[in-house]
């Protein structure tokens, strides 16, 4: 008899984009399809976990025997998310989440003033960085991070991976991952940098929880 890794462990994640209003009619997103985050859920739930998946407009279907909330701000996936760490044993964070919202909002839709001319001002204020939140809870969640990045992934990850101060982040490029079926993570941790081997977001997910599950003080 083999024991589910993850078995009678609840998993929180966030996956997919935000959408931040610039008027009625209009968001500011990020491009995020939600392919790894649902596939890690998914991972998790095969796994043994109990899985809540707090995520953003995506075109997925939920994967079966998860807990699935759709939010559309950062805002509200930081609510949605605070509302279940405390109860969470493990969170990642893989949605994209907008790191700025449009502070003057529109109650009105935005109008052309003129032909070709009269782009509007938008003023910007910082969105809550979630995960770092959660990784200040006090007996909260252990945490994993992800990061995509378009240069210097090491260097960049690393910091972000201090800076969070989270025991795990996972990297990735950008170019090479985003909207693909296929992906290419490396691990960050106190020992360094780990690539897993390259390949189908579900199989890269399976083994994620396996490192996760490996790492996870029991
Ligand atoms: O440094 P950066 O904020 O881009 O780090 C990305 C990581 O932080 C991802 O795991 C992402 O889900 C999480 N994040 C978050 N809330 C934010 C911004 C990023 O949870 N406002």
């Not at 995506?58 to 109860?87: E, I, K, N, Y």
């Not at 101060?165 to 950008?174: R, S």
Request: a neutral charge; one cysteine or more; glycine letters at 8%.
């Amino acid at each position: 008899f083999q024991p589910k890794l993850l078995a009678g462990l609840h998993v929180l994640l966030t996956a997919g984009p935000t959408s931040e209003p610039v008027d009625p009619v209009r968001v500011l997103s990020n491009r995020s399809s939600g392919k790894t985050g649902y596939a890690l859920a998914r991972a998790a739930r095969e796994a043994g976990a109990r899985v809540t998946l707090i995520t953003g407009a995506t075109f997925l279907p939920v994967p079966r025997g998860v807990t699935a909330l759709s939010v559309m701000t950062a805002r509200q996936m930081h609510d949605a998310v605070m509302a279940s760490a405390a109860d969470a044993d493990i969170f990642i964070a893989v949605a994209a989440v907008a790191d700025w919202r449009v502070k003057n909002v529109s109650t009105q839709k935005l109008k052309k003033t003129s032909e070709g001319g009269g782009a509007p001002l938008m003023e910007f204020e910082p969105n809550p960085d979630i995960l770092a939140e959660v990784a200040k809870l006090e007996n909260g969640p252990w945490c994993v991070g992800f990061a995509a990045e378009t240069e210097k992934l090491a260097e960049h990850a690393e910091a972000k991976r201090q800076r969070k101060g989270i025991p795990l982040l996972v990297g990735n490029l950008a170019h090479k991952v985003m909207d693909a079926d296929t992906t290419e993570l490396v691990l960050f941790d106190e020992q360094g940098a780990h690539p897993l081997p390259a390949g189908d977001k579900l199989e890269a997910a399976r083994r994620l929880i396996a490192e996760i599950a490996a790492r996870f003080p029991a």
